[in-house]
């Protein structure tokens, strides 16, 4: 009698295909190699699993996930060009300074989540997609930012809500030439420049970028037009 067949062992598959994550992408005019695109893959169906047992996001279904988290988030990548060292502060399920972490492989990226769960996610998902030079951290910015001042070339922030406090702190950490990097509604925007100084007078922002597929959602990016000192600390 000849011996059984072992079973053969796979890696475990994405359950989205490769031309519907292309495809999704596509209105965002971001193209990827298949490396990148089972990057994408892994992490939302991660995603999806994980969210039925903790509050990562309120969009449930992968296509959602990879329009309005993914493409949203990499579209930066289409008008600002990254380098160097970046923190994404409230990272949440990684958006948006981890997925910017596919277009810009060689990007050093520190996410702050001062939700355990949260940053259990965010490591389970760098191990998934191989990631290297991340660093996930559960200091709220601003006690973060007493003891890295001036050491990002990008700071950014989405879905944050609490942009009032947060932004001087994280003016603190950037470079002279470093950016801060924003996705808000257009109506947050309004607002932060109406009420926040931090908004609206240490930043020199440059010409709000529109995101496709939304009415409202923009990217703002600029760089501080005046170092914060001894009054943000």
């Keep these: 009698m000849e011996p059984p067949t072992k079973p053969t062992v796979r890696s475990p598959k994405a359950s989205l295909e490769t031309d519907e994550v292309r495809n999704l992408l596509a209105p965002f005019g971001l193209e990827l190699d298949p490396l990148r695109i089972h990057q994408i893959a892994t992490w939302t169906d991660l995603l999806i699993r994980w969210n039925a047992k903790i509050n990562l ?7 959602e996930v990879i329009t309005r988290h993914f493409a949203e988030s990499m579209y930066l990548s289409k008008f600002v060009a990254l380098r160097g060292r970046s923190l994404d502060v ?3 399920a990684g958006f948006p ?7 810009y492989p060689c990007l050093d990226v520190v996410l702050l989540e001062p939700v355990g769960k949260k940053r259990a ?11 290297e030079s991340v660093e996930v951290r559960g200091e709220r910015i601003e006690d973060y930012c007493g003891s890295h001042p001036a050491e990002f070339d990008f700071a950014m922030a989405r879905a944050l809500g609490s942009f009032d406090s947060t932004l001087p702190p994280m003016i603190k950490c ?9 996705w808000l509604t257009r109506s947050e925007a309004e607002s932060l420049l109406a009420r926040s100084p931090a908004f609206s007078g240490l ?3 440059s010409e709000p970028i529109p995101v496709p597929l ?16 001894t009054c943000f600390t």
């Excluded at 300074?97 to 277009?103: E, H, P, R």
């Excluded at 996610?121 to 990631?131: D, T, Y």
């Design 57 to 63: 996001t309120t969009i449930a279904t992968p296509n």
């Design 97 to 103: 300074g981890l997925a910017l972490k596919i277009t």
């Design 214 to 229: 939304s009415r409202d959602r923009e990217i703002w990016h600029g760089n501080p037009s005046a170092k914060p000192n």
């Design 174 to 182: 950037l470079r002279t030439d470093g950016e801060l990097c924003l």
């Design 121 to 131: 996610f965010l490591k389970e998902v760098v191990r998934a997609c191989g990631f």
């Design 90 to 92: 409230g990272s949440g």
């Design 203 to 205: 930043v020199s922002w």
